[in-house]
């Protein structure tokens, strides 16, 4: 019978195999793990699930080797791993990031606009994406003006494609304005690149009552 322990020792075994054709200085590492991520979106939209699996493993072996050669609390301070190798690699602000990669950017479905936060779910083989509304006078997918999502990648798909699926399947489930609280809560979550975007034009909609509104 496989125990927890088993598996932890196999993956440490895996990656002290696949981290042994790696280079010895951070600077190498990082770009290993660079590699790793072009290496896993290439598989992905490719629908190459062995090549995905493949560079997943050599993304997770780059973090071992950055931790010092451990797994153990690989993502447990700005000094981990895990930490330093999601902070480097990560998309730069404003720019959908690729599969197995961090980042924030705008999503935009049939005017409904939507800030994306994409990290690594239970490892880089399932993707955490929050949507946070930008407008906040306008209906959104949720009254607190947040959704969480988890998912695996999805194969022939972009980040930004897939992030603007799942907008639109929110969307089509039911929209509504979100509340007062909230949006005091919302006005935190502004990014400074945020303000460099161009504001939504004037137009109306109706709301969750059926009420005509206008949006600024």
């Known amino acids: 019978m496989t125990t927890i322990k088993d598996e932890r020792d196999e993956r440490e075994a895996k990656a002290e195999q696949i981290a042994a054709q790696m280079p010895e200085d951070r600077g190498g590492i990082l770009c290993e793990a660079m590699a790793a991520i072009d290496a896993i979106d290439a598989a992905v939209l490719a629908c190459d699930d062995g090549a995905a699996e493949a560079a997943a493993l050599r993304y997770e072996a780059a973090i071992w080797k950055l931790n010092g050669k451990t797994y153990f609390g ?6 981990a791993g895990g930490v ?17 990669q961090a980042g924030e950017f705008v999503a935009t479905v049939q005017g409904t ?8 779910g239970f490892g880089v083989r399932s993707t955490h994406f929050e949507f946070r ?23 022939g798909a972009t980040v930004k494609q897939a992030a603007e699926a799942m907008l639109a399947e929110h969307m ?3 929209m509504c304005m979100v509340g007062d609280d909230y949006r005091v809560r919302r006005v935190e979550d502004e990014r400074p690149w945020l303000a460099e975007l161009a504001t939504q034009p004037v137009e109306a909609f109706a709301d969750a009552t059926g009420q005509l509104g206008f949006s600024f």
């Open 172 to 174: 089509s489930n039911g």
């Open 74 to 79: 690989c993502m447990a301070g700005p000094d």
């Open 84 to 100: 330093i190798a999601r902070k480097v690699c990560s998309a730069p602000d404003g720019t959908a990031p690729k599969w197995g």
């Open 133 to 155: 509304a930008v407008d906040l006078d306008r209906p959104f997918i949720s009254q607190t003006g947040y959704r969480s999502c988890f998912a695996t990648p999805t194969g």
């Open 113 to 120: 606009r939507a800030l994306v936060s994409v990290s690594e």
